[in-house]
């Protein structure tokens, strides 16, 4: 059965992002961020409201993404300004929403800091890699942008509104919106639930298998492995037994964490990144997903090589 309440949270963030986002719109208080945003847009090419929706996913990955789902869909964002700006979102959402609340004190608590600590720090620095590419592309890729406030031309400028009129006129805004993403949405987590339970989860498992065989690590890691497709604590626990009876080294136990993270990463964009992305982009989000999945993979693959060599 599907997490109904990851379902339920799902939804929440995007109808909370979407209204959010289409009424910050109608406020026109996007052209008064230049104080807060210029920096950013300064050094990144990316406009106003990507940067609003970058800052939102330190917050909540889901509200930022939808938000600027919400731009694209408004033509204030292109599509390769808003694939940059979902792939640089990477590090603030590891950072803020997933690594220091949940996976690094497991880590460590279960783990001690010279494995944990190290896998930790290269999960971090695996994410930075990922943003720090998306800013460099960003700043090859698009336009150079006149971020100073005074360059906003202020024969269009409107005076800020927040009222209810206001409000009512963006929530008006955004139900044609989430009217077309919550049942795309769960209706393909729904159906990509039913694949997986059909046992499609473990052929995505065994399919990291030759890695491991590469790696030249003992057999026994497989089963890190399957636990890391039923839960990221029950493949640290499987971490722990190993390293408590000596069937693996440090090295090697950090090596099949990030190896076991990138089975984690697949599940988590087959059972949820995919329907969500392709729920607020449409099509486009087929493409986003397969660019952001391809550059966690490879910035995996980049923190595989560093502890090969170097530890």
């Not at 230049?34 to 106003?48: A, D, E, F, Q």
């Not at 491991?212 to 990221?232: K, S």
Request: with cysteine; hydrophobic share 55%; glycine share 8%.
């Amino acid at each position: 059965m599907i997490h109904t309440v990851y379902l339920v949270r799902a939804i929440g963030f995007i109808v909370i992002g979407v209204t959010f986002a289409s009424i910050i719109v109608e406020t026109n208080i996007l052209s008064r961020l230049g104080v807060l945003t210029k920096g950013i847009c300064r050094i990144s090419n990316l406009s106003h409201g990507s940067v609003v929706a970058l800052l939102a996913c330190i917050m909540s990955s889901t509200s930022g993404k939808s938000m600027l789902a919400e731009f694209y869909k408004r033509g204030k964002v292109g599509r390769t300004e808003t694939t940059l700006t979902v792939l640089m979102s990477t590090f603030p959402v590891v950072l803020g929403e997933s690594l220091f609340r949940i996976h690094a004190p497991i880590a460590v608590a279960l783990l001690g800091p010279a494995v944990g600590g190290v896998y930790v720090l290269l999960t971090l620095f695996s994410a930075f890699v990922q943003t720090l590419g998306a800013l460099i592309a960003s700043r090859l890729l698009l336009p150079k942008r006149a971020c100073a406030i005074g360059g906003v031309d202020r024969s269009d400028d409107r005076s800020i509104a927040l009222d209810w009129q206001t409000i009512k006129k963006g929530i008006r805004q955004a139900y044609p919106t989430l009217r077309k993403i919550v049942p795309i949405l769960v209706v393909s987590m729904l159906a990509i639930e039913f694949l997986l339970s059909l046992g499609a989860g473990i052929y995505i498992t065994h399919a990291f298998a030759p890695v491991l065989n590469l790696l030249g690590l003992p057999g026994d890691v497989i089963y890190v492995l399957i636990a890391q497709f039923i839960h990221f604590t029950a493949g640290y626990a499987t971490v722990h037994a190993l390293l408590l009876n000596g069937v693996i080294t440090d090295k090697q136990a950090i090596l099949t964490l990030l190896v076991g993270s990138m089975v984690v990463i697949t599940m988590i964009y087959a059972k949820y990144s995919f329907s969500m992305y392709v729920s607020l982009f449409g099509k486009f989000g087929v493409t986003i997903t397969a660019i952001n999945y391809a550059s966690s993979m490879i910035a995996k693959i980049l923190m595989i090589l560093l502890v090969v060599v170097w530890y």
